[in-house]
């Protein structure tokens, strides 16, 4: 538990932001958001971050050619940053878990600070939750919301990418209400929409209790 | 109006800034509707747009066709504001809603459906809901420009990829060409580099494409100074297209070969020059061919102009197309003068009628036609060609006709002459046919005549003068003399005998001449003569005068041919000095002999009086005349020492002018006349004929004479006679045609027995005895029948006489 938050850059904008950001990114262009994902990564290496991202849509392998053509020693920098599959990282016995995904959460920042980071970020593509059955809406919508809890605590700098060709628009307007901060033409915005998880996971109860959507 | 709240603001904005993603309008939708849901005032009940209808709770509140059926109004348009404003209060109510438009300057997308729980709330957010949802316009329209560009992007991906594939087809394809083509193409760029070639280079060359690329064109060429003038010169020829060139090309090998070469620029899409290609064609073989079929060419066309018959070619029409040496040589023209002309320019006008008719036609619906025509040189000069011509009909070529022709002028004219010989000939033959009907005629006639003329002069002396019976007996006399001579004439005429130049008195023989001139010229023609009676004497040769006498009458008779007129010949006697002699150098002073024949008809133009006694000069078609005649005539009297003039005047007639020189000796037969008393002698003669009446009239004639006489009409009887009692006869007198033993056969027998015997031998006419062969024979005296009695005492009396010399015993 951190007490005083780093000032850290995200990499795709010159701002300063304070680290532990629960970031959603909604966007429906790959090579942007590629793009904007190697810099808020690489930005990670400079900021001596231990980097997780996690990936559905990318294989492994092209964000290790990413990083390569932002100048990224991958073989020399191996050890800083980790990159799995998500269903293989959120799913213990192949169906998500929010606990167990925010505890994973938590232990990465934590693990990163003893190894002698500085701080951690992490990325992940969610498509995976939703698309191959593996979550509901309200358990994703109960994870997104608690995770913000959970950076407090833990300011892994996280950015939920979501791909709005894949995901309901219905869904995306939630979910936009459980991210703070929002990613929109390349800049940091506030959401709006935020809703405090308090407030939010009450709401979300109730759909958790009934049918799935 | 209340303010409105600043996180409901933001919400909206946020809304509106994450709108860009939602690109399929269903999504769309959704997302308005949830994004507007906090908006107070504002109950969403749902939203119409891209032809989907969302609506966000669970009732039913609208249905999809009032949906359409209001953007069907709106489509149609309204006619003002408060129109549109109208409708939509009457939908309102209807259906218990309000609705936004969501629309944009270029067209409407759709509605906003929504319940105003309070207006002033609403109100105050109705602006950033409708910049909303213009907003949402923007990104439909944007959107459909999206999926139209990416439509048309797929067309045009689809349209370049088709085309691509066309481009690599033919690309393909020219590749197949280049790499295929037989002939060497070479591919250098601007600075003369070979950039490419094609199999075919290199097979031609020898240079495979990795050794020739990069290298120089220089490599190429067998001169160098050759290829460094090309290569000034191709920048500015390939600039105007195409650009041949012949050239000689070095192989690897180094053998040199010569190229044609066809060289082009070929351009960029710019239109920029980017190099120069040349197809390049070994013509070695072509060169050769080219080489043997000019030999071949050049030693025809030395033929073609070495043949000395003719040799051309006509078009259709008859012109002359082509022609070769001969042609031009023959008839005197150039070769312009000739080309383009019909033949019927240079063709006799008696054929030119029948050129089309027969000859064109001929050639044309036979294939050929040959025959014999005259045409006329520059000169004027009239040829005979025998020609041969051919339909040509070449199977990419208009048809022509070609012809071949020999210049038989020679052969036609000799031809003609061996008519006009045959001709004469057949005359002279008819000549002498009737030379032998003469003879045949002229001795039984001469017999006769001996018998009426020797009868008559017996009668005469037993008939005083004075009685009318011895006037009778006179003309019976002159009668039997005057037929004698026209006998002697007829056979003078009709003799063949060499040229024997003796005293003849023209008057009768230019008589003669007319008389039988007449029977052979046109009726309309008048023959008059001016003939002076006295003697006209000339030595000369009388076959040859009467020649040259005919020869200038027909001439005279032949210019008066078509119109007819008059034939006038005189004849007179002259004596010219050397003053008067002076018109021909040749002729001396002295006494002549001038005959003139006149004619009136059509004259002799002046260029032709001085040619017309040359051989061969005639004005008259070939088969008229040989222009002969008077060449002849001068020559005979020339011969004679004469002189032959003419003057002459077209249209006026001409006139000709003999002179001959004239005689000293009177003709032989007009010497002495006669008189006096017949000379009488004593002697014994054997007299054989074989007319009886002859033996009897001349054994008469002979007794009254004085001679003892013994007459026999055997000859072989009185050979016998005489054989038994030689010495008995002093003179022997026979006649030549007799039957068993002729006159002459007699004649040696009796010499045979007594050589001095004197033999006096008569004859009506034959061919085979004259007066000097009987003198060869060793016969005294020679005579011709009919024999007057004074002829026969003088002959009888010299020959005693002459024979009483050599033997005295003779007359005793």
């Given at each position: 538990m951190t007490e005083k938050k780093r000032r850290i850059s995200l990499g795709f904008t010159g701002a300063m932001f304070d680290e532990g950001h629960h970031i959603i990114y909604i966007y429906n262009n790959d090579a942007e958001r590629k793009r904007t994902m190697a810099k808020f990564l690489q930005q990670g290496f400079l900021e001596n971050e231990k980097l997780l991202y996690l990936v559905a849509d990318?294989?492994?392998?092209?964000?290790?050619?990413?990083?390569?053509?932002?100048?990224?020693?991958?073989?020399?920098?191996?050890?800083?940053?980790?990159?799995?599959?998500?269903?293989?990282?959120?799913?213990p016995e192949a169906y998500f878990s929010s606990d167990f995904m925010l505890d994973l959460v938590g232990d990465y920042y934590e693990n990163a600070i003893k190894e002698g980071y500085a701080g951690a970020r992490g990325a992940g593509e969610m498509s995976w939750a939703l698309l191959e059955g593996r979550s509901t809406v309200p358990e994703l919508m109960d994870y997104e919301a608690r995770l913000n809890t959970i950076l407090k605590d833990h300011p892994l700098t996280t950015v939920c990418q979501y791909d709005v060709r894949k995901f309901d628009s219905a869904l995306i307007m939630d979910l936009l209400s459980v991210h703070p901060m929002m990613i929109v033409r390349g800049q940091l915005v506030r959401n709006?929409?935020?809703?405090?998880?308090?407030?939010?996971l009450q709401q979300n109860q109730k759909r958790m209790n009934g049918p799935h959507e | 109006m209340s303010d409105p709240d600043a996180r409901i603001l933001g919400k909206i904005l946020l809304l509106q800034s994450t709108l860009h993603l939602m690109q399929d309008n269903p999504g769309m939708a959704r997302f308005v509707c949830r994004g507007l849901a906090p908006v107070p005032g504002l109950k969403v009940t749902g939203i119409f747009v891209g032809g989907h209808l969302y609506q966000e709770d669970e009732g039913k509140w609208l249905e999809l066709k009032d949906c359409r059926r209001l953007m069907d109004c709106f489509k149609e348009g309204f006619i003002n504001k408060n129109q549109r404003e109208n409708y939509l209060a009457e939908f309102s109510k209807c259906h218990q809603m309000d609705c936004l438009t969501i629309e944009s300057a270029l067209d409407l997308y759709g509605f906003l459906f929504f319940q105003t729980t309070c207006s002033e709330t609403f109100n105050s957010y109705r602006p950033y809901?409708?910049?909303?949802?213009?907003?949402?316009?923007?990104?439909?329209?944007?959107?459909?420009?999206?999926?139209?560009?990416?439509?048309?992007?797929?067309?045009?991906?689809?349209?370049?990829?088709?085309?691509?594939?066309?481009?690599?087809?033919?690309?393909?394809?020219?590749?197949?060409?280049?790499?295929?083509?037989?002939?060497?193409?070479?591919?250098?760029?601007?600075?003369?580099?070979?950039?490419?070639?094609?199999?075919?280079?290199?097979?031609?060359?020898?240079?495979?494409?990795?050794?020739?690329?990069?290298?120089?064109?220089k490599v190429l060429y067998a001169d160098e100074r050759q290829g460094a003038a090309l290569g000034e010169r191709l920048e500015k020829e390939t600039d105007k297209g195409n650009f041949f060139h012949t050239l000689?090309?070095?192989?690897?090998?180094?053998?040199?070969?010569?190229?044609?070469?066809?060289?082009?620029?070929?351009?960029?899409?710019?239109?920029?020059?980017?190099?120069?290609?040349?197809?390049?064609?070994?013509?070695?073989?072509?060169?050769?061919?080219?080489?043997?079929?000019?030999?071949?060419?050049?030693?025809?066309?030395?033929?073609?102009?070495?043949?000395?018959?003719?040799?051309?070619?006509?078009?259709?029409?008859?012109?002359?197309?082509?022609?070769?040496?001969?042609?031009?040589?023959?008839?005197?023209?150039?070769?312009?003068?000739?080309?383009?002309?019909?033949?019927?320019?240079?063709?006799?006008?008696?054929?030119?009628?029948?050129?089309?008719?027969?000859?064109?036609?001929?050639?044309?619906?036979?294939?050929?036609?040959?025959?014999?025509?005259?045409?006329?040189?520059?000169?004027?000069?009239?040829?005979?060609?025998?020609?041969?011509?051919?339909?040509?009909?070449?199977?990419?070529?208009?048809?022509?006709?070609?012809?071949i022709g020999r210049d038989v002028t020679e052969q036609n004219l000799?031809?003609?002459?061996?008519?006009?010989?045959?001709?004469?000939?057949?005359?002279?033959?008819?000549?002498?046919?009737?030379?032998?009907?003469?003879?045949?005629?002229?001795?039984?006639?001469?017999?006769?005549?001996?018998?009426?003329?020797?009868?008559?002069?017996?009668?005469?002396?037993?008939i005083p003068e004075g009685s009318p019976a011895r006037e009778y007996l006179d003309e019976v006399q002159t009668a039997s003399i005057r037929a004698r001579d026209v006998v002697r004439q007829l056979l003078a005429f009709s003799r063949k005998t060499p040229e024997v130049r003796t005293p003849i008195n023209l008057v009768p023989l230019?008589?003669?001449?007319?008389?039988?001139?007449?029977?052979?010229?046109?009726?309309?023609?008048?023959?008059?003569?001016?003939?002076?009676?006295?003697?006209?004497?000339?030595?000369?040769?009388?076959?040859?005068?009467?020649?040259?006498?005919?020869?200038?009458?027909?001439?005279?008779?032949?210019?008066?041919?078509d119109n007819g007129g008059t034939l006038k010949v005189s004849l007179e006697s002259l004596d010219l000095n050397k003053e008067t002699a002076g018109f021909d150098p040749d002729l001396s002073a002295g006494r002549f002999i001038k005959i003139t024949i006149r004619d009136t008809g059509e004259g002799i133009a002046p260029e032709n009086l001085n040619r017309i006694f040359d051989p061969y000069f005639t004005t008259k078609p070939v088969d008229k005349g040989t222009g002969l005649g008077l060449s002849v005539a001068h020559g005979i009297v020339k011969s004679h020492g004469g002189s032959l003039q003419v003057r002459s005047q077209p249209g006026h007639g001409s006139v000709f002018e003999i002179y001959f020189p004239a005689a000293v000796q009177l003709p032989e037969a007009e010497q002495s006349p006669p008189s006096g008393e017949l000379p009488?002698?004593?002697?014994?003669?054997?007299?054989?004929?074989?007319?009886p009446s002859l033996a009897k009239l001349n054994q008469q004639r002979l007794e009254r004479l004085g001679y003892t006489t013994s007459s026999h009409t055997d000859p072989e009887k009185a050979l016998e006679i005489f054989r038994a009692a030689p010495h008995q006869y002093d003179l022997v007198i026979t006649d030549m045609t007799m039957p068993h033993i002729t006159g002459d056969q007699l004649c040696r027998e009796i010499l045979k027995i007594r050589a001095d015997m004197a033999i006096i031998l008569c004859t009506g006419y034959n061919e085979k005895i004259s007066r000097t062969s009987a003198s060869d024979l060793g016969i005294a005296r020679y005579m011709e029948k009919p024999i007057s009695m004074r002829e026969l005492a003088e002959t009888v009396h010299k020959v005693l006489i002459n024979a009483s010399k050599k033997n005295p015993l003779i007359g005793t």
């Open positions: 990318i294989p492994p392998a092209e964000i290790r050619r990413e990083f390569l053509k932002l100048g990224v020693n991958v073989e020399e920098r191996q050890k800083d940053f980790d990159i799995a599959p998500g269903h293989h990282a959120c799913c709006p929409v935020y809703v405090e998880p308090e407030i939010f | 809901i409708e910049n909303t949802l213009n907003l949402v316009a923007l990104i439909i329209e944007n959107n459909i420009q999206k999926a139209l560009l990416h439509q048309n992007q797929e067309n045009l991906e689809q349209a370049i990829e088709a085309r691509s594939r066309e481009l690599k087809q033919s690309e393909e394809r020219y590749r197949s060409l280049f790499e295929s083509l037989r002939d060497a193409i070479l591919v250098v760029d601007p600075d003369k580099t070979i950039i490419s070639c094609n199999p075919a280079f290199s097979d031609l060359f020898g240079y495979s494409a990795d050794e020739i690329q990069g290298l120089k064109t000689q090309y070095r192989k690897k090998s180094g053998a040199c070969f010569p190229g044609e070469t066809n060289f082009f620029s070929f351009r960029d899409t710019k239109g920029e020059k980017v190099g120069i290609i040349g197809i390049i064609r070994d013509i070695t073989q072509r060169r050769q061919s080219e080489d043997a079929l000019r030999r071949s060419e050049q030693r025809f066309r030395d033929l073609f102009n070495s043949i000395s018959d003719l040799i051309f070619t006509q078009d259709l029409e008859g012109r002359l197309t082509s022609i070769n040496p001969a042609v031009k040589k023959l008839f005197g023209y150039t070769e312009e003068e000739l080309l383009g002309r019909r033949v019927t320019d240079f063709l006799d006008p008696q054929y030119q009628a029948d050129f089309d008719s027969e000859y064109l036609a001929g050639v044309w619906q036979n294939g050929h036609c040959k025959g014999v025509s005259s045409f006329f040189r520059k000169d004027g000069s009239r040829i005979f060609i025998e020609y041969q011509s051919k339909l040509v009909t070449p199977e990419n070529d208009a048809p022509f006709i070609s012809g000799a031809a003609k002459e061996k008519k006009r010989l045959e001709a004469q000939l057949r005359q002279a033959q008819k000549m002498e046919s009737i030379g032998t009907l003469t003879g045949g005629i002229a001795h039984d006639f001469n017999n006769m005549l001996s018998i009426i003329l020797g009868n008559t002069e017996l009668a005469q002396e037993k230019v008589k003669e001449s007319l008389k039988l001139l007449r029977s052979t010229i046109a009726a309309n023609i008048t023959i008059s003569q001016a003939i002076d009676e006295k003697p006209a004497v000339l030595e000369a040769d009388p076959t040859q005068i009467h020649q040259v006498l005919i020869n200038l009458c027909s001439n005279a008779a032949d210019a008066m041919s009488r002698a004593a002697g014994r003669i054997l007299f054989i004929d074989d007319d």
